[in-house]
């Protein structure tokens, strides 16, 4: 089994309403009862990749019909997740001996663009800078006793840099092969579209959209050249899903 290559899909996240991505852990001043995930040195909010894969991969199982009847997360047996297209790209528990090579898909840290970074100093410089905060007022159905709590949140309009990073093998297992399972990632990017990311979806947060999509490709042979190639070939262009097709077909 062979690597061929390294596909790399960037996009723009932008969120069309607030978002809610919980840090339940951190310890928060401002007095707010539900924070948000930031990174930890200039203290932004930013969409940890483990968030967006795990949305992706959720629905992509309830749209490929792999959600068992007690709605239980899909998880593929030794046998099964060779021909299962999503184990061998979200990938497969260390304790399943499936076979199916390393997982395909990583999803990177999505961070703030520069222009959102700078709108954030400049329009939410409050007690809790770069955000907003959301009272929420549920009421308890048999109680009747209200409960408020506040959630910060990533404001509308928020854009994020995306990265999802996809290795191709030459694996010939009898599963699908690795160019054609690529296509899952705009599928699941389309599918999270019409859902949401983080917390308090049904309450209308997270609706998020996903532009600017540009694909490039590095095969082995761009690795092994690496050190010897002047800098201009280095740069990658970008190129359509039939470019890169062509390309590992040649590899
Ligand atoms: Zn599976």
Known sequence: MRLLGHVELNCT????TGLHIGDEGALEIGGVDGPVVKEPTEGYPYVPGSSLKGKMRSLL????????SEGDTHECGDADAVSCPICRVFGTPADIDANTGPTRLSVRDAFPTEETKIRWEE????VLPYTEIKTENSINRITAAANVRSNERVPKDSEFDCEFVYGVYDLDDGGQPD????AL?????????DSWLGGSGSRGYGSVTFDDLRYTARTADDYRSRG???DETRD?????????RELFEDV
């Open 61 to 68: 199982e309830w749209h490929e019909g792999k959600v068992d």
């Open 185 to 193: 990632i705009e599928q699941g990017l389309s599918l999270l579209e």
């Open 13 to 16: 996240l932008t969120c069309e």
């Open 236 to 244: 990658r262009d970008e190129m359509t899903l039939d470019e890169i």
């Open 228 to 230: 010897t190639a002047s």
């Open 179 to 182: 160019l054609d399972n690529l």
């Open 123 to 126: 329009e939410f410089d409050t």
